[in-house]
């Protein structure tokens, strides 16, 4: 089996602990919730689905930062609690292999593809993006809400 080409880029644990403190702090922006299905709250530290009943935080989050027009701040999902963060990083996160639209930014954070992965191999579509030299990284998206799932880097 040959290397992966790619990297995967879970949140940051720093960004999951200021979450967990600014829930504590009362910040508006920032709300606890209780997973009520699986498959409804995907925790982009642990790049885990929240099991039914567990707790997460929503807030808002940079994936794209302002000052550029493509900038884009969305809500996202950690574990109130502690988790671990994803260390496969040369393997797809195996929880999101459906339903998710792959966009390829350049250097300077603008789009310059998109493939939804969704019954084809999302290795294969990250790949095909790569190719693409102005690719400068990819981000794995809900393709139904939209949401920031988590960022690919070449290998
Ligand atoms: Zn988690």
Known sequence: MKASTFRILPLPTEIAEAAR???????SDHAIVRASSPGSSPCRHCLRWAQPGER??????AAIPSGHPYSETGPIFVHANECQRYSATNEYPADFRNR???RAYDAKYKIIDAQIVNGSEPEVVIETLFQNPDTAFVDVRSVTHGCFTFRVQRG
């Open 100 to 102: 998710r639209v792959s």
């Open 56 to 61: 997460v935080i929503l807030f808002p989050y």
């Open 21 to 27: 403190h600014a829930v504590e702090a009362g910040a």
